[in-house]
């Protein structure tokens, strides 16, 4: 019998071998020595993207008022969670969002809607901005600088393909957690809903952002079987959070996740999807706190800016100056 190394795991990833499931799983537990963890990682990173760091902004377009009862989300009506509510913002508002986008240096802007699924005047809507900004953004180039993106909740192929037509370029719908486990973060819906929507986007054409939300009670397994799952279905970009326990829900209480299991999380989904993109987003703030930075030596390629849904972040000018720090560049093309 083989026992699993960083070493070794690390070469085979390199040469383009998936790594097994007893590799997998030495890198995930406590077996194996975090920073030489860490390290491997890193170099994957730079093999396979580089040191240009990918970031994105969304502006907040709908919100509250959500029918699913995720027990993370303070938009859900289950919850008590104080936060501002309101329907779809008007275009102004979303041309504002892309050019403030467009003016801190990120290369991605999403158009994010809370809900289970756009009621199809919304969609019109959507998909009348996009294909406004979309012909304003660079008359005189195909570039997309910045791409536009949405995160608009449960699509079918004729939803997605008339979202393609209109311009935008990617779409975000994450699956949050393992098939096993989602059962106990959400029962408004199914794990099976949210793989049709992915399928979905990709039939339509459309690049796809999907990932998950750690600290909701989840072990390790369903950590490494979303990364399988989203390997799988060959999405583009794998962003990850990190939970941000906010009181009126149901996890107000949750135990944060140490900056070392976080770290070890993000460098996981580089080893078992070493080309995809990367992108950190909710909770690293507060959760990570000093060690923010780290992100990058983990195998993160990205991240998200200027803030979240109901969260702030932090100062955008602070996250810029630390990428300036650590020598990375950073673009507003899709990395």
């Given amino acids: 019998m083989i026992v699993p190394s960083i070493a070794n795991s690390l070469k085979s990833v390199l040469t383009g071998r998936p790594i097994s499931r007893p590799e997998i799983d030495f890198i995930a537990s406590e077996r194996a020595d975090l920073w030489e963890v860490l390290y491997g990682a890193n170099l994957l990173r730079r093999q396979f993207k580089g040191d240009t760091i990918g970031l994105c902004s969304i502006i907040n377009a709908k919100s509250g008022a959500c029918s699913e009862d995720c027990k993370f989300c303070a938009q859900s009506t289950h919850h008590s969670a104080k936060i501002k509510k309101y329907p779809l913002v008007n275009k102004a508002e979303i041309k504002k969002g892309y050019q403030r986008t467009k003016k801190i240096g990120a290369h991605g802007f999403s158009i994010v809607t809370s809900g289970n699924a756009l009621s199809e005047q919304d969609l019109d809507k959507i998909?009348?901005?996009?294909?406004?900004?979309?012909?304003?953004?660079?008359?005189?180039?195909?570039?997309?600088?910045?791409?536009?993106?949405?995160?608009?909740?449960r699509l079918t192929l004729a939803q997605a393909?008339?979202?393609?037509?209109?311009?935008?370029?990617?779409?975000?719908?994450?699956?949050?957690?393992?098939?096993?486990?989602?059962?106990?973060?959400?029962?408004?819906?199914?794990?099976?809903?949210?793989?049709?929507?992915?399928?979905?986007?990709?039939?339509a054409g459309l690049a796809v952002c999907s990932g998950g939300i750690f600290g909701l009670g989840e072990t390790w397994a369903d950590r490494i079987?979303?990364?399988?799952?989203?390997?799988?279905?060959?999405?583009?970009?794998?962003?990850?959070?990190?939970?941000?326990?906010?009181?009126?829900?149901?996890?107000?209480?949750?135990?944060?996740?140490?900056?070392?299991?976080?770290?070890?999380?993000?460098?996981?989904?580089?080893?078992?999807?070493?080309?995809?993109?990367?992108?950190?987003?909710?909770?690293?703030?507060?959760?990570?706190?000093?060690?923010?930075?780290?992100?990058?030596?983990?195998?993160?390629?990205?991240?998200?800016?200027?803030?979240?849904?109901?969260?702030?972040?932090?100062?955008?000018?602070?996250d810029i100056q630390m990428l300036k720090d650590l020598g990375l560049k950073f673009t507003q093309q899709d990395v």
């Fill in 127 to 153: 998909c009348a901005i996009t294909q406004e900004i979309s012909t304003i953004r660079n008359p005189q180039s195909s570039s997309r600088i910045p791409y536009l993106c949405g995160s608009l909740g």
């Fill in 161 to 203: 393909k008339k979202l393609k037509k209109a311009g935008l370029y990617k779409c975000h719908h994450n699956l949050e957690t393992s098939e096993r486990f989602f059962s106990q973060v959400c029962s408004t819906h199914s794990y099976q809903e949210r793989i049709d929507t992915i399928k979905n986007l990709q039939k």
């Fill in 225 to 318: 079987d979303l990364a399988l799952t989203l390997k799988k279905l060959d999405v583009d970009s794998v962003p990850l959070n990190f939970l941000i326990p906010v009181k009126g829900t149901t996890l107000q209480k949750a135990a944060p996740l140490t900056p070392r299991e976080i770290l070890r999380t993000i460098a996981l989904f580089r080893y078992i999807c070493p080309t995809k993109n990367i992108r950190i987003c909710a909770g690293r703030e507060k959760n990570l706190r000093d060690l923010q930075s780290w992100i990058f030596f983990a195998g993160a390629d990205g991240m998200m800016i200027g803030g979240y849904l109901t969260q702030p972040g932090r100062q955008t000018k602070d």
